[in-house]
Every structure is written in C-alpha cells, then in structure tokens.
C-alpha cells in the first residue's frame, strides 16, 4: 500500500474533529438554533475514537516492521512529538494566557480551578496528563487525547508486534472489533457507562482503538481492497451505526470498517466525499482544529447571551453559528501555518541531527 498521503482518511479525519467540535460547541448551537432536535451533537466525543483507530491505521502503514534497533525507535518518537508538541505546548500557553489575563481584568471564568498554576502544569508540558494523574480535566481541556496517542506512540512497536502475528487478512479483520470490544468491557467492568472516558483509564480506551487501527491495516494489506460492494455495505453499516442508540459502544468498530472501506482507492463511491479538496484541506489542520475549538467555544458561550436572546430572528442564530464555524476554521489554520508546521520541522530536523542523520 502506498504510505503517501492517503486522501480519503486525511478527509476522515476533518468530519473526526467537526464531530468534537460539534460535540463541543453544542451549548452554543442548541442555544442559537433553539429548533434543533434534542440529541444533535451530544455524541460527538466519538470522533475521538475514529481518530484514534486512523491513528493506529497510519502508523502501522507508516512504521510497521520498520523499527528495527533503539536509532529507529528514537527518530520515531521524535518525529511523534514533533507532529503533537508546539501546537500543543502554544495552545496550552495561550489558554493560560487569556484565562488568567480574563480574571486580572475582572472577569469572571467558568471552572477558574481548572486553570490553576500548579504541579499539574507539568504533566501537561510533558505529555502525560491524562495517563490517570488528574481527575478532572486541565488547562485546554481536548489535549487529554493528545497525552493518550502519545502513550500510544510509545507502545506502538509492542502493537506492531502483537499485528504481525496474523499472517490472514481474515484473521486480522476478526480481531480489530475484538480489540475494541475487550477495551468497551474493560471499561463498562471499571464502571463507566459509556466511552466518554477523559481523565481515569483513558490509556484503556486508547490502546483497543489504536490497536484495532493497525490490525485494519495488517487486513487491508494482506487481504486487498475491498470489493465494491462492500463498500457500500460498510457504508451503510456505519451511517446506520452513527445514528443509533448503539453508537457508543460500537462507534470504533465503525471507524474500522470505514478506514478498511476508504483505501479501495480514491475514486471509489465511498470515498469520493471524503476525498474532496476542502474535505481533505480541513483534515490536514484538524489537529489545529481539535485544540483550539474549545478556546473559541468559550469565549462564544459567553457572547452568545448578549449577542442573540427571545426576540432574536432565527436568521441571527445562524449567524452566531456560522460565525462560530469560521472563527474555529481561521483560528485553527493560522495555528497550522504559522506554528504546526514550522514547529514540525524544526523539531524533526533536530531529531534527525541527534539521530546522526544528515538534517
């Protein structure tokens, strides 16, 4: 399979984040939009799970049998953290910055204890916030699965070991869904209603979806593409899947037979939409769009009630939304411009300067 740019899961990746963001941002557009239906948006934090099982996906295309001594490792972690880190660490330093530049001003901050300056503060810079340290969620609330795909990196030749195993496509296809199943019953066991699970056993909901990404991968490798029809098939699956009551517990399964489907190539029915040039455009800064929605979320939560109210025309609600959309949109491709990927490659250079390579 070809390890360049594989347009249709770029393109899955902006209908991940716009599904958080949707999630995010629901106060807001039920509040602008009073019509909407009750249920719009309140199971958008499963985008996160997508991402995590593309993410899965994409490494094992990447790297998979690819890491062969510590040299190796080490430049595969590096350029890890050079793809999560200086968005990260500028989004965390801006939350900060306007949160406690809002409360020296007079204003008053929704959960003021979240933005506290302490030793958590550390954890946060190193990556390792959500690997059950906290009980609450800190500072810019989405980097916890940020710190979850980093320990996932960490682990990620243990994965590829574990992969490797299955030498049928069959096999392989079989045991993604069971990779996420065992992680859903781990945490239902662990008490947790549903995978809406961002402080405590994080690390479980990441390692099932991960892990069920690269067997994706070592399937759709052995075995080919898909045919035809069961793209559509798989299709259909999951739009059924994402508009039923059972899309909790089975959202990543989805993810699995979507990311299966999308690399039958990109002419293919199925993957047409996701490969469209905006789609595939929004995919490429959705990570900027993933850390920087909820800061632009909050400080339109808290416009909203001066800017729309019972004598608002609906046409003022769709303003406020569409205003909202374009804010995160122009927000997040700044940031990806001006600091995702500069940072990227400065970081990656020196990365391969410590590695001994040719910078």
Same mark, same amino acid.
């Given at each position: 399979?070809?390890?360049?740019?594989?347009?249709?899961?770029?393109?899955?990746?902006?209908?991940?984040?716009?599904?958080?963001?949707?999630?995010?941002?629901?106060?807001?557009?039920?509040?602008?939009?009073?019509?909407?239906?009750?249920?719009?948006?309140?199971?958008?934090?499963?985008?996160?799970?997508?991402?995590?099982?593309?993410?899965?996906?994409?490494?094992?295309?990447?790297?998979?049998?690819?890491?062969?001594?510590?040299?190796?490792?080490?430049?595969?972690?590096?350029?890890?953290? %050079? /793809?999560?880190?200086?968005?990260? #660490?500028?989004? =965390? @330093? !801006?939350? $900060?910055?306007?949160?406690?530049?809002? +409360?020296? &001003?007079?204003?008053?901050?929704?959960?003021?204890?979240?933005?506290?300056?302490?030793?958590?503060?550390?954890?946060?810079?190193?990556?390792?916030?959500?690997?059950?340290?906290?009980?609450?969620?800190?500072?810019?609330?989405?980097?916890?699965?940020?710190?979850?795909?980093?320990?996932?990196?960490?682990?990620?030749?243990?994965?590829?070991?574990?992969? %490797? /195993?299955?030498?049928?496509?069959? #096999?392989?296809? =079989? @045991? !993604?869904? $069971?990779?996420?199943?065992?992680?859903? +019953?781990? &945490?239902?066991?662990?008490?947790?209603?549903?995978?809406?699970?961002?402080?405590?056993?994080?690390?479980?909901?990441?390692?099932?979806?991960?892990?069920?990404?690269?067997?994706?991968?070592?399937?759709?490798?052995?075995?080919?593409?898909?045919?035809?029809?069961?793209?559509?098939?798989?299709?259909?699956?999951?739009?059924?899947?994402?508009?039923?009551?059972?899309?909790?517990?089975?959202?990543?399964?989805?993810?699995? @037979?979507?990311?299966?489907?999308?690399?039958?190539?990109?002419?293919? &029915?199925?993957?047409?939409?996701?490969?469209?040039?905006?789609?595939?455009?929004?995919?490429?800064?959705?990570?900027?769009?993933?850390?920087?929605?909820?800061?632009?979320?909050?400080?339109?939560?808290?416009?909203?009630?001066?800017?729309?109210?019972?004598?608002?025309?609906?046409?003022?609600?769709?303003?406020?939304?569409?205003?909202?959309?374009?804010?995160?949109?122009?927000?997040?491709?700044?940031?990806?411009?001006?600091?995702?990927?500069?940072?990227?490659?400065?970081?990656?250079?020196?990365?391969?300067?410590?590695?001994?390579?040719?910078?």
């Amino acid at each position: 399979m070809d390890r360049s740019e594989i347009a249709p899961l770029t393109g899955l990746r902006a209908f991940a984040a716009l599904a958080v963001v949707l999630y995010n941002h629901r106060v807001l557009l039920h509040s602008a939009l009073p019509g909407l239906p009750a249920g719009v948006g309140t199971q958008g934090y499963l985008g996160v799970d997508v991402f995590f099982v593309l993410s899965g996906f994409v490494l094992a295309l990447n790297y998979g049998g690819r890491i062969h001594s510590g040299r190796d490792y080490f430049e595969f972690v590096g350029y890890r953290v %050079a /793809r999560l880190y200086p968005l990260h #660490l500028f989004t =965390l @330093a !801006a939350v $900060l910055v306007m949160v406690h530049g809002a +409360l020296s &001003l007079g204003f008053t901050v929704y959960s003021p204890h979240r933005f506290v300056i302490d030793r958590q503060l550390l954890l946060h810079v190193l990556m390792i916030h959500s690997w059950g340290f906290e009980e609450g969620l800190r500072y810019n609330l989405p980097s916890w699965s940020i710190s979850a795909e980093f320990f996932a990196y960490l682990l990620f030749p243990l994965f590829w070991a574990l992969t %490797a /195993r299955f030498s049928r496509p069959r #096999l392989a296809g =079989l @045991a !993604a869904p $069971l990779a996420v199943a065992t992680s859903v +019953l781990i &945490l239902a066991a662990l008490g947790h209603e549903n995978l809406h699970v961002s402080t405590k056993h994080t690390l479980i909901r990441v390692s099932g979806a991960f892990l069920a990404g690269c067997l994706v991968y070592r399937a759709r490798a052995l075995g080919g593409p898909p045919a035809r029809w069961l793209e559509t098939l798989l299709l259909w699956g999951v739009l059924a899947v994402a508009i039923s009551p059972w899309a909790d517990p089975v959202m990543a399964v989805a993810a699995c @037979a979507l990311i299966y489907a999308l690399t039958g190539g990109q002419q293919s &029915l199925l993957a047409r939409p996701f490969s469209w040039a905006p789609v595939v455009w929004l995919g490429r800064i959705s990570y900027s769009i993933y850390l920087v929605h909820l800061p632009v979320a909050s400080v339109l939560n808290r416009l909203a009630p001066h800017l729309i109210g019972p004598d608002t025309p609906a046409w003022g609600g769709v303003a406020l939304v569409a205003l909202d959309a374009l804010l995160v949109i122009g927000v997040a491709a700044a940031c990806y411009y001006a600091v995702e990927l500069p940072g990227r490659r400065v970081l990656r250079s020196s990365v391969r300067r410590l590695a001994g390579y040719p910078a």
